[in-house]
């Protein structure tokens, strides 16, 4: 219960920080400049040589290409629906099809499954969703905004992704067997622990209102599969269909539910596909996403 309080209690931290202006304007990518190049990697290097690699490891990580691909089907035929046009579409998918799997996703799974669901949720994070981003996602980004896509840019995009360089680190003290010594686990682990307190208030200091009039359909629809269908629809993949109820899959449907991804609406910014509505969807998405999030974890609960 005091780790659920602590979400709250930080995000409304990074709201007064920014209302009263205690911090400098950029004090948000300061701080997740100090999560992506140092504690995110720690994380990885401290957690990943701990997973033991099991069939079932590969449900989370196909989790989130699940998200992404339904997102541009659902999206897809919502632009048909509704006219939108090509910023509005790409918007949607990049923000819907993207989980927030490790700033928001690691504080709620260390509230909700503690350590061992954290290190299923790095897993998840690093070969899941920053895969999807720097692939499925700078081609979509490029496709809506009519900008030409570099292979080359985006193999060079995920190798010298910090986090992601983490992550290899720990796959290969994994594969040859080395183990953290009692001076590493401390070094790692404390590098590692501004994530939760960090993460939150960065975020609470971005949420931004916007013009939520203006985009109040398109948020809506975009939030409703990102909070409610696209969990939906891993639910009964692996709960209904494969029978499935282990801590793996918990934690995978859990990640499912998560509200849109912050560097998936920064960099449909950065390809000018609907800034407002990007940020409305990250913005308004992370508040409500507590009412979804305490319902699904409900759900599995009582299963």
């Known amino acids: 219960m005091s780790k659920i309080l602590l979400i709250f209690l930080?995000?409304?931290?990074?709201?007064?920080?920014?209302?009263?202006?205690?911090?400098?304007?950029n004090a948000p990518t300061?701080?997740?400049?100090?999560?992506?190049?140092?504690?995110?990697?720690?994380?990885?290097i401290l957690y990943i040589p701990k997973v033991e690699i099991k069939p079932d490891i590969f449900f989370p990580v196909s989790v989130m290409w699940i998200v992404f691909l339904g997102s541009v089907f659902f999206i897809l035929l919502m632009k048909k629906i509704f006219n939108w046009d090509k910023n509005i579409t790409g918007s949607l998918i990049m923000t819907s099809g993207?989980?927030?799997?490790?700033?928001?996703?690691?504080?709620?799974?260390?509230?909700?499954?503690?350590?061992?669901?954290l290190k299923i949720g790095i897993v998840i994070d690093q070969s899941g969703s920053f895969v999807v981003l720097s692939t499925a996602g700078i081609i979509t980004a490029s496709i809506f905004s009519k900008s030409?896509?570099?292979?080359?840019?985006?193999?060079?995009?995920?190798?010298?992704?910090?986090?992601?360089?983490?992550?290899?680190?720990?796959i290969c003290i994994k594969l040859f067997n080395i183990n953290h010594s009692e001076l590493t686990e401390e070094i790692f682990s404390i590098l590692g622990s501004p994530v939760f307190v960090l993460a939150l208030i960065s975020v609470?200091?971005?949420?931004?209102?916007?013009?939520?009039?203006?985009?109040?359909?398109?948020?809506?629809?975009?939030l409703l599969y990102k909070l409610l269908i696209?969990?939906?629809?891993?639910?009964?993949?692996?709960?209904?269909?494969?029978?499935?109820?282990?801590?793996?899959?918990?934690?995978?449907?859990?990640?499912?539910?998560?509200?849109p991804m912050v560097m998936g609406a920064i960099m449909a910014a950065s390809y000018n596909l609907n800034p407002k509505l990007s940020n409305l969807m990250v913005g308004v998405g992370i508040p409500v996403s507590a009412v979804t999030l305490a319902f699904w974890y409900y759900i599995i609960k009582v299963l």
Do not use: D, H, W
Not at 10 to 25: A, D, P, V
């Open 10 to 25: 930080c995000l409304l931290i990074g709201i007064l920080f920014n209302r009263f202006k205690i911090l400098e304007e």
């Open 98 to 117: 993207l989980c927030n799997s490790a700033f928001i996703g690691f504080p709620v799974l260390l509230a909700f499954f503690g350590e061992e669901g």
């Open 148 to 170: 030409r896509f570099s292979v080359k840019e985006i193999i060079k995009s995920i190798i010298v992704y910090p986090p992601f360089i983490g992550f290899l680190i720990g």
């Open 230 to 259: 696209a969990p939906s629809i891993v639910f009964i993949l692996y709960f209904v269909v494969f029978k499935q109820n282990t801590l793996t899959v918990e934690v995978s449907l859990i990640e499912s539910a998560m509200p």
């Open 204 to 222: 609470g200091m971005q949420l931004r209102i916007g013009s939520l009039k203006k985009y109040y359909k398109e948020l809506s629809i975009g």
């Open 30 to 44: 300061i701080l997740n400049k100090i999560l992506i190049n140092i504690s995110l990697p720690a994380l990885a």
